[in-house]
């Protein structure tokens, strides 16, 4: 009994590392891609901007 004990007390343990190695993957994911995704917004922003601020050329 003392062995099925350990070996359910691992896979608990297992489990929750596990969970806490996956949270902060899909944490740094998603982080990572609303930064990505300001970054652009930020970059067609500039573009307009240069193109309002170019000067006419005739």
Do not use: N
Not at 4 to 32: E, N, W
């Amino acid at each position: 009994m003392k062995e099925v004990d350990d070996a359910l007390k691992v896979k608990r343990i297992a489990a929750v590392i596990y969970l806490l190695v996956m949270g902060f993957l899909m944490t740094g994911t998603y982080l990572s891609q609303q930064e990505k995704s300001k970054i652009e917004q930020e970059r067609q922003v500039d573009e307009k901007v240069e193109i309002v601020s170019e000067p006419p050329l005739f």
